[in-house]
């Protein structure tokens, strides 16, 4: 494997912003001190030049003071010591054995990483697998995998169904539920779906909180805009009135359903005897203004869904996007441009992990592992027996440790912040008989590692990405900011060799890592470094010289019928709902200026100047009721655990709820929210929690430190 970047140059090199899905192009260089800086690349395809705060300040985390330089090994006492690679690679391979030979290779689970390249997690995946189980999977788990499994299995594929660009051009209507591409992808918003507004296309957002993308758009007083502010976890009855409005006012595009769909019966049978205005008073929302957004979405020439965690993070999530495809379906709005059922994916390559098999039951291009047929046309290029029974999803394995799991592989992710619940992962992880942590900073996860490798970051190396509209584009990197540091691949390669035998995980670079991966994968088939260009191709691109498809299902769709699937769905209220204890709702949500578990996001100096610390947001009437003033520190509490946060007191949340973000360890809004899954995708419902809110806090003793400034 070479070590190097292959682009090790002066001038500056094109590549991908490593924070969300968007996939914005930016240009970075490196000066002799290792320094790396931003440059815009203005005619980059996806974004024109443009970049949001977080794409600008991306370079402040790479040479930061925390990065790790050299290879760590816990000893007796419980401190790191530096060691070889040669000795960090004997102590991981000897555990992974020993783990294997006293529990079988199910003793062990895998973490791929959505921030890291194509290239990186078909080899981690392949790697769990030549080991011996099919247990991997990356925090794809966390956002959209009930948005993949419901996508998947009704329509063919699980990703966006249209491309930004075609929404741009042809919407007329936006219908944007549990959402916020104003503040999450916000390049998207401003560049695309703003644009399509500003030339006249109809907007209505179904969220219980008002955000950026509420605001963004400037047409709140028009009859251009709705936001349908319901109660969490009530889209179902929600989109069940407009389903039952559409129904009733015969605006289903009947040849449509005839001829490309099946279920409908099913659906017209659910709703039978649903009661509109019942539900409506459930969602809390006028029951005209959702028949109105449903005459508008009905009545568009295209109309577009737009889909985020809102809908998915929750035990119903699987069935949340099911009744939004529903919608889709019955109206004809599929299989063509400005339409479909388009989810905003959040890290920079969470869809490509997932298209390259970094998931527990498929191979590389969503390839069924349990279809012996398509193990034995993988087996045939891998030359090992792949597993055939499906693995466990991350938050499974979380679960399993101490009882089936004994040793986790942790690639770039960060579970203590990522999973729910984090007081309990922290006590399972301390269980652990041993765990190896590759990534570039000492993450919370990693102050349980027993060998933590450093990894190089995004900006030092080359691979593949695909954003959220399945473009897969090249990234380049600058090389190595620290000589000790290895790449993801180059380490997978080193372990992978010293498991199996020399040879065995040989690979020239990233690129002839791709080649092998587009003869497994044919989603990918198409594609070559030199196709993808700076431009990157749409997948599914199946040989070469398609020009990959902007839209999906033009042409039918591909589940097993060739048909979409409508099935009609019930309510699911939240597992956790408001009591005497735990009267109000907590939902969370990210925010414009940091990412996720905030590993990087936290050591940029701009990120954490605008937004420091975490906070909660509170409606007026709760405030008063609890006698909090805007600013004020207060804690807030549920069954799992509690925080110490600064209320911000405003109209933007529904009274009886209460938001928060993900993002800081010390007051993360994970050591609250429930570990329930959804049965089928195994989403956590991190969107609703009971909790309740103490007003007891000195402001002096709780605010978050940043990781630096
Ligand atoms: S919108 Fe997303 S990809 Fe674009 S600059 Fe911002 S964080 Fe980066």
């Known amino acids: 494997m070479s070590s190097e970047s ?38 980059a395809p996806v974004n024109e030049g443009s970049i949001c705060i ?6 402040q985390s790479v040479n930061h003071e925390d990065r790790l330089t050299e290879p760590l090994i816990r000893d007796d006492d419980g401190e790191l010591q530096e060691v070889s690679w040669d000795e960090a690679y004997e102590y991981v391979v000897d555990n992974m054995e020993r783990i294997r030979e006293e529990h079988s290779a199910q003793g062990m689970g895998f973490y791929g990483c ?10 981690i995946q392949k790697l769990a697998r030549r080991y011996g189980t099919n247990s991997i999977d990356t925090c794809t788990r966390m956002c959209h995998s009930s948005t993949v499994y419901a996508l998947k299995n009704s329509l063919g594929e699980g990703a966006m169904t249209n491309s930004m660009e075609d929404l741009e051009e042809s919407a007329d209507v936006f219908w944007i539920q549990g959402a916020n591409p104003g503040e999450q992808h916000p390049i998207a918003n401003s560049q695309y779906f703003r644009q399509a507004v500003l030339e006249g296309a109809t907007v209505i957002q179904v969220d219980p909180h008002a955000n950026k993308t509420t605001r963004s758009f400037e047409i709140d007083e028009t009859d251009r805009h709705m936001h349908l502010q319901l109660e969490p976890g009530t889209d179902i009855p929600l989109l069940n009135i407009v389903l039952k409005t559409i129904l009733e006012n015969d605006w289903v595009d009947e040849e449509f359903i005839a001829e490309r769909t099946e279920g409908f019966e099913h659906l017209k049978e659910t709703l039978e005897d649903f009661d509109k205005e019942e539900a409506a008073e459930e969602c809390g929302v006028p029951l005209e203004d959702i028949e109105l957004a449903a005459e508008k979405y009905a009545m568009a020439n295209n109309a577009a869904i737009f889909t985020g965690m809102g809908m998915s993070q929750h035990t119903c999530g699987v069935d949340n996007v099911q009744n939004e495809i529903n919608l889709a379906l019955i109206t004809g709005n599929l299989g063509r441009p400005g339409t479909g059922v388009n989810p905003l994916r959040g890290q920079n390559n969470v869809q490509g992990a997932s298209d390259v098999g970094a998931m527990p ?5 969503y390839r069924d592992v349990s279809d012996p047929e398509v193990r034995a046309d993988v087996e045939e290029v891998w030359d090992f027996e792949i597993p055939e029974t499906p693995g466990l999803t991350n938050v499974e394995v979380s679960h399993e440790i101490g009882d089936t799991i004994h040793g986790l592989y942790i690639m770039g992710e960060n579970p203590v912040m990522s999973e ?16 190896v942590v590759q990534d570039i900073y000492e993450t919370e996860t990693a102050e349980y590692a027993d060998v933590i490798l450093p990894a190089t970051s995004w900006a030092e190396r080359d691979g593949t990405v ?29 372990i992978g060799n010293r498991l199996f035998g020399d040879g065995t995980f040989d690979f020239d670079g990233p690129e002839e890592v791709f080649e092998e991966l587009r003869q497994v994968a044919p989603i990918f088939h198409g594609m070559t470094y030199d196709r993808l260009g700076e431009e990157g191709v749409h ?11 902007d839209y999906l299902y033009g042409d039918g769709f591909t589940t097993e019928s060739g048909l ?12 956790e709902t408001p009591d005497e204890d735990y009267p109000l709702i907590l939902t969370t949500g990210r925010i414009i200026e940091h990412y996720n578990t905030g590993t990087m996001s936290r050591r940029s100096a701009t990120l954490n100047r605008v937004e420091p610390e975490n906070f909660v947001d509170i409606h007026p009437n709760d405030a008063e009721t609890y006698g909090v003033e805007d600013g004020e520190y207060i804690t807030l509490k549920s069954r799992r655990g509690e925080i110490e946060v600064e209320a911000r007191v405003t109209e933007d949340i529904k009274e009886g709820t209460v938001w928060t973000t993900p993002h800081f360890p010390e007051s993360g809004g994970n050591r609250l929210t429930n570990d329930v899954l959804d049965e089928r995708a195994k989403i956590p419902e991190f969107k609703a929690a009971a909790a309740e809110i103490e007003v007891t806090v000195d402001t002096d003793a709780n605010a978050d430190a940043p990781a630096d400034d």
């Open 420 to 435: 729910p619940d984090t007081n309990q992962v922290e006590k399972r992880l301390e269980e652990l008989d041993f765990m």
């Open 466 to 494: 695909v954003n959220t509209d399945r473009r897969t584009q090249r990234m380049r990197g600058v090389g190595k900011v620290h000589p000790n540091t290895k790449h993801d691949q180059e380490i997978l390669c080193d």
């Open 361 to 365: 039951n498929v191979l590389p291009g």
């Open 539 to 549: 997948w599914p691109c199946y040989e070469p010289g398609d020009e990959g498809d």
């Open 114 to 123: 959505s921030k890291a390249m194509n290239e990186d997690n078909y080899l």
């Open 54 to 59: 977080k794409g600008g300040a991306a370079t």
């Open 6 to 43: 292959s682009d090790e140059s002066d001038g500056p090199v094109k590549t991908i912003c490593p924070y969300c899905g968007v996939g914005c192009g930016i240009q970075i260089t490196k000066d002799d001190e290792g320094e790396v800086s931003f440059r815009p690349w203005g005619d």
């Open 564 to 575: 979409g699937q409508i099935e009609g769905v019930k309510h699911q209220p939240p597992k």
